[in-house]
């Protein structure tokens, strides 16, 4: 197998995260002015990012912080996981299955505790790629550079022999800026011709 490497970002590329509204439903059901679930929740959501919350923890900061019982917390978080997974880009998954003897592969995400389980369930990504690089397990969020490096050396691969595809601009070019080759992704058309490209 080549050291060439792809490696893609999960929510917008690998899953259509379309927003749910779920959190303004929220606010409506307990009677508060909009943004207040989010912002109340605004530092769990960030200690869930980067793995220094358990998803205990967070149940309980949910149930104390929103004045809610233990269904409703059940509510909320199935809530929450049903918007974070959102739906499969198939296209783009079969595409990426196909080029298993042709490359490394690897996922590096922004995440939230509980995520590699639950995506394991429903998409099974341990078994699409190498290797999977969640956020809330290493303790950085991409653009940070660490990010970017601790995929290479998972994978055991330069950052020059890779192509980082992700939806939100400051991380492709965070990519670049540690040395990887980078591409935007739109469509899945564009993103075929950029691995072909990149595959030779």
């Not at 792809?6 to 590329?13: A, P, Q, R, Y």
């Not at 490359?103 to 995400?109: A, E, K, N």
């Not at 890779?162 to 935007?184: K, N, Q, Y």
Request: hydrophobic share 45%.
């Amino acid at each position: 197998m080549s050291n060439l490497c792809v490696i893609l970002d999960i929510g917008g590329v690998l899953e259509f995260t379309p927003r749910t509204g779920w959190l303004d439903r929220w606010d409506e059901r307990l009677g508060l002015s909009p943004g207040s679930v989010d912002r109340r929740l605004a530092d769990v959501w960030e200690a869930g990012a980067v793995g220094t919350i358990s998803e205990g923890a967070v149940r309980v900061q949910v149930a104390v912080r929103l004045g809610l019982g233990a269904l409703q917390v059940e509510a909320f978080m199935g809530d929450l996981w049903e918007d974070y997974l959102g739906m499969p880009n198939t296209e783009l998954i079969e595409h990426v299955s196909g080029l298993r003897q042709r490359c490394r592969l690897g996922i590096l995400s922004n995440s939230f505790v509980g995520a590699r389980e639950r995506e394991a369930a429903v998409y099974r990504f341990d078994e699409l790629v190498e290797e999977i690089v969640y956020s809330h397990e290493i303790g950085v969020r991409k653009p940070d550079p660490t990010a970017f490096a601790v995929a290479c050396a998972r994978l055991e691969v330069r950052a020059g022999d890779c192509l980082f595809i992700d939806d939100h601009p400051p991380s492709v070019e965070a990519a670049r800026a540690a040395g990887m080759r980078a591409h935007l992704f739109e469509d899945n058309a564009g993103t075929f011709a950029r691995i072909a490209a990149h595959l030779g």
